[in-house]
Structures are given as C-alpha cells and as structure tokens.
C-alpha cells in the first residue's frame, strides 16, 4: 500500500508533467535522466526532495496550487 506521501508525490508529479507539456519537457526542465523520470513515475522510486520542491514551484508559478482562505 502506498503512503500518502507517496501518493502526493505521484500527484504532484502527474500535475507538473501536464502543465509543461509532458514527462520529455518535465525531465529537462529537472535536468533530470530518463532512467530516473521512468522510475518516480512508476512509483518504484521517489523524487529527492529538491526535485519535488521544484516539481511544487513549477506548480505554483502556472497558478495550480490554491491558496490558502484568509484567516
């Protein structure tokens, strides 16, 4: 069974990929290895955390992340 970590990292992934255009232009936007775009994407590895922050601002500069309410 999955965490939900992992499971927010399979989102986020996904999300980001669609927003650039795709796992081609998502992999060199990370300068990231085909070998290792394949794996986090399968879910047999997980992005190291530098990657998923980049993976997160990417989503957040295409505004697809929502804000938070105002307190």
């Known amino acids: 069974m999955r965490s939900v970590?992992?499971?927010?990292?399979?989102r986020v992934l996904r999300q980001?990929?669609?927003v650039v255009g795709g796992y081609g232009e998502l992999?060199?936007?990370l300068e990231a290895s085909?070998?290792?775009?394949?794996?986090?994407?399968?879910?047999?590895?997980q992005p190291p955390v530098g990657v998923f922050v980049r993976l997160v601002e990417i989503l957040l500069d295409?505004?697809?992340?929502g804000r938070a309410p105002r307190v």
Do not use: H, N, T
């Not at 295409?62 to 992340?65: F, K, S, T, V």
């Open 5 to 10: 970590a992992e499971a927010i990292q399979s």
């Open 16 to 18: 980001a990929a669609r």
């Open 27 to 29: 992999s060199r936007r």
């Open 34 to 45: 085909r070998e290792d775009m394949a794996s986090w994407v399968r879910g047999a590895e």
């Open 62 to 65: 295409a505004g697809e992340l």
